[in-house]
C-alpha cells in the first residue's frame, strides 16, 4: 500500500547478540487501519503515537478487547493471533524486535511473566522515557534513546542461558525437521529441565517455540514464491501430514490456508507476520 511504508534498521554491535532490528512504520492514510497480528514467539519494544497520544484505538486478543495501549511497551511472546485498531489518521511505530531470548539476557527478568502480555515501558526504564521518545526532534534520536535505554538494561543484567540459547540455534537452523527428543539428545538434558529453563527465557515451552518458528517459516517460503502448491509448503517443512500444516495455518491467522496463499503479498514482517 501506497500510504505505508516500511525501513529496517540493523541492531548496533554493542545490541546484536539480542536485538534482531529495529523497524518504522509509517502509516499516511486518513482511513482507520486494521492490522492482523500472526503469533510471534519472541518480545520486542513498541513505541507507537499519533500526534503525541496512542496510536491504537484498541487491542482484541482471545482473553478479549483492550481499549487503553500505552504509547511505548514492551511485549511478551505471544502464540495465539490478535488485532489491532488504529485510529483514523496517519501515525508512526517503532519497534524493536528481540531475539527470543532478549528478555532474559537484557532485562534479567523471567519471560513467562509476560507472555501474551504488554508492559508499559516506563515500568522497566525507571524514567518517562515515553516523554523523551515523543520529544525527540527525529525518529533517529528515538531509536538512539531506545538503543542507550538497552545497552544500559544490558549492563546491568547477568542472566543468560547458553544452554537455551544454543537450543535456539538449533531450532533455527534446522526448522523443518527438528522436535523437542532432538533437543534433549543434542543438549544432553532432561526433557523437564529443558522445557523449565526455556519457559523462563523465552517464555514459551519449545514444543509451542517450534511450532510458531515452522508457521512463520510455511509465510516466508509461500512469500517466496517458489511454491504453486501448499502441499509443497508443507512437504518442504516436513509437517506430519496435510492436516497438521491446515491447523496451524488457521490457528495461527484466523482464516483458512487458501486466503493466506492468496493474500500472501500483504503479509509483512515485523519480528512476526502482521496483515491488513
Same mark, same amino acid.
Do not use: W
Given at each position: ?54 496510536? @491504537? ?188 500444516? @491446515? ?30
Amino acid at each position: 500500500m501506497k500510504t505505508i511504508t516500511l525501513h529496517t534498521i540493523p541492531a548496533p554491535e554493542s545490541l546484536r547478540q539480542d536485538i534482531e532490528c529495529f523497524r518504522i512504520f509509517d502509516y499516511a492514510g486518513e482511513d482507520q487501519l486494521e492490522i492482523k497480528v500472526a503469533p510471534l514467539a519472541a518480545s520486542g519494544i513498541v513505541f507507537q503515537h499519533k500526534k503525541g497520544q496512542s496510536a @491504537i484505538k484498541n487491542f482484541i486478543t482471545s482473553s478479549g478487547v483492550k481499549n487503553s495501549v500505552s504509547m511505548s511497551f514492551i511485549y511478551g511472546a505471544r502464540i495465539t493471533h490478535s488485532i489491532m485498531n488504529y485510529k483514523k489518521g496517519p501515525f508512526t511505530t517503532i519497534q524493536v524486535i528481540f531475539k527470543p531470548h532478549a528478555l532474559r539476557s537484557i532485562f534479567g527478568i523471567d519471560a513467562s511473566t509476560i507472555t501474551e502480555r504488554r508492559i508499559d515501558l516506563n515500568t522497566f526504564a525507571g524514567q518517562d522515557l515515553t516523554s523523551q521518545l515523543l520529544e525527540a526532534p527525529t525518529k533517529k534520536k528515538q531509536i538512539a534513546l531506545l538503543t542507550k535505554f538497552l545497552v544500559t538494561q544490558k549492563k546491568q543484567a547477568k542472566t543468560r542461558d547458553g544452554l537455551v540459547e544454543e537450543s535456539l540455534a538449533l531450532i533455527s537452523k534446522h526448522i523443518a525437521s527438528i522436535d523437542v527428543k532432538d533437543l534433549v539428545i543434542s543438549l544432553n538434558i532432561s526433557e523437564r529441565q529443558l522445557e523449565k529453563r526455556f519457559v523462563q527465557t523465552v517464555g514459551i515451552p519449545p514444543q509451542s517455540y517450534i511450532r510458531v518458528k515452522r508457521f512463520n517459516e510455511a509465510i516466508r517460503l509461500m512469500k517466496s514464491k517458489k511454491f504453486e502448491r501448499l502441499t509443497d509448503v508443507a512437504h518442504a517443512l516436513n509437517y506430519y501430514d496435510q492436516s497438521h500444516f @491446515i491447523r496451524d495455518l488457521k490457528d495461527f491467522t484466523g482464516i483458512t490456508p487458501k486466503s493466506i496463499f492468496q493474500k500472501v503479498d500483504n503479509f509483512h514482517e515485523q519480528g512476526g507476520f502482521s496483515y491488513i
